[in-house]
């Protein structure tokens, strides 16, 4: 499988920060092509030859190429093309198989480092506009602040993150003062959403937009330098329960900045939509913290009633339902501590260990090891796998080790299986298998909730080994 970052590291002659520089640059780039209504592609230099290292299609316009070309070398006379690019640093004009190609030095740090090849169909059935005319101008900027190491802008936001603007999304073309040369159909629908009337053409954009605060929720305090471009960066403005995204991407000559382009977005319902998530995720926390203090309560109750129980089967009951009641209220203590209804079981396990050898050993003592990890897993496995773990480790202690010894607990997860064996060096079963309610409980639980299936076992040198096969959903 080819991707950048291996071409890069395995194959090329560049440099650290000249790969991070590609990496950048390929992040941005969908800039380049939906402006441009082209594909694009990077070249660079290897042992194997000239190499397409990435390939982009715009959101704009067909692609040109329906195959995917990363990984592969070019053909010989592309690759001369393509080298003679690279080494006068001059933009060269080709065409192939129906298709104009425009090779773009790409510079970093006063280096050429690659070429960006832009892909367009030779006959493109589009009749000039404004728009046309616009994104041409627009165009041919981002192209030089290629050829001058001025694009990708460091510190700008990389990569397309949720609720990021694209050009089909909506555009704004401001000049140096900010003033409006251009905005595309989409760009003057959302800004009327946010209650702008006025016509933006020759307008300051940033006044047209902050003139009537009425309704506006918060002010970001980027806004202002995004709205006159004169920072590669993002800003959102809620007004009236609609919440729109900018994003400024400054237009620059030789050092000189000519005027930048806004990106916006309607993002109301994506907004919506995270703070629902996050009002349920809140709740969720909410009920399992409430969860774990009531199942905490009932356990600190059973504790009381077993020490008033005095000695015999009535106090021994008592002490094994606090135990099984405490080891449940652990699952809900670390599901309250997340978003995700998934726990990370070795967190949950040391401490039920502890407990049950604290609560279940006699005055002999029992040395206990954990080996292996059991990985994450979901909240309905959590508890039934902690109170399967809580009710074999409590019965090696208490029947297998009544005079200590030692007891060793590995697990191993392997995707979705995870096998666990708990292994004292006691006095062993002998002919008399466990049969007693815990253990209907562990049987009911390993096949039911837990998918696998359990063994009790001689253990070699003496003692028992409890093996535990599962399938666990994570």
Not at 130 to 142: F, G, P, Q, W
Not at 325 to 345: N, R
């Amino acid at each position: 499988m080819s991707t950048l970052s291996r071409i890069l590291s395995r194959d090329s002659y560049l440099l650290a920060h000249q790969r991070e520089w590609l990496h950048h640059l390929t992040g941005e780039w969908q800039i380049i092509a939906d402006i441009t209504f082209s594909d694009l592609i990077l070249y660079v230099r290897t042992d194997r030859g000239v190499v397409v290292a990435a390939q982009a299609r715009p959101a704009t316009a067909a692609t040109v190429h329906q195959r995917d070309f990363v990984g592969e070398p070019t053909k010989e006379w592309k690759a001369e093309l393509i080298e003679k690019a690279g080494q006068s640093g001059q933009e060269i004009f080709t065409e192939d198989d129906g298709v104009n190609i425009r090779l773009v030095p790409v510079s970093c740090q006063g280096e050429i480092i690659a070429v960006m090849g832009i892909v367009t169909a030779k006959f493109v059935d589009r009749v000039p506009t404004v728009m046309l005319a616009n994104y041409e101008s627009i165009a041919d900027t981002l192209v030089s602040m290629v050829m001058n190491g001025e694009f990708p802008i460091d510190g700008s936001p990389s990569g397309y993150r949720h609720g990021t603007p694209r050009v089909t999304d909506g555009l704004i073309h401001v000049d140096c003062e900010g003033s409006v040369i251009y905005a595309s159909p989409n760009a003057i629908s959302h800004l009327r959403r946010l209650g702008v009337e006025k016509p933006l053409l020759g307008e300051i954009l940033a006044e047209a937009i902050t003139d009537d605060l009425d309704g506006v929720f918060q002010i970001d305090e980027a806004l202002p330098v995004v709205l006159t471009g004169r920072a590669a960066w993002m800003a959102e403005l809620e007004r009236n329960d609609v919440v729109v995204s900018f994003r400024a991407v400054p237009l620059i000559r030789m050092g000189e900045r000519q005027g930048a382009i806004v990106l916006c977005r309607d993002i109301t319902e994506l907004r919506r939509q995270e703070r629902e998530l996050m009002s349920k995720d809140s709740t969720i926390r909410e009920i399992n913290h409430r969860v774990k203090n009531n199942l905490q309560t009932v356990s600190a109750l059973l504790r009381l009633q077993a020490r008033r129980a005095g000695e015999g089967m009535t106090r021994m009951a008592l002490e094994t339902a606090q135990r099984r009641v405490a080891t449940i209220a652990v699952v809900h203590e670390k599901l309250s501590q997340t978003i995700d209804e998934v726990v990370d079981f070795d967190q949950v396990f040391v401490p039920v260990m502890r407990m049950v050898r604290d609560t279940a050993v006699t005055d002999n003592p029992v040395v206990t090891t954990f080996e292996g990890d059991f990985g994450r897993v979901r909240a309905e496995q959590a508890t039934a796998l902690g109170v399967v773990m809580n009710e074999i480790i409590s019965n090696a202690i208490e029947h297998g080790l009544p005079k200590g010894g030692r007891l060793d607990i590995k697990a191993q997860r392997d995707a979705e299986k995870l096998h666990i064996e708990i292994a004292d060096d006691g006095r062993g079963m002998g002919e008399n298998h466990p049969t007693g309610l815990g253990t209907q409980i562990v049987k009911t639980m390993v096949v039911s909730e837990l998918k696998g299936r359990i063994a009790w076992q001689e253990r070699s040198g003496g003692g028992t080994v409890v093996v535990l096969d599962l399938i666990i959903r994570s």
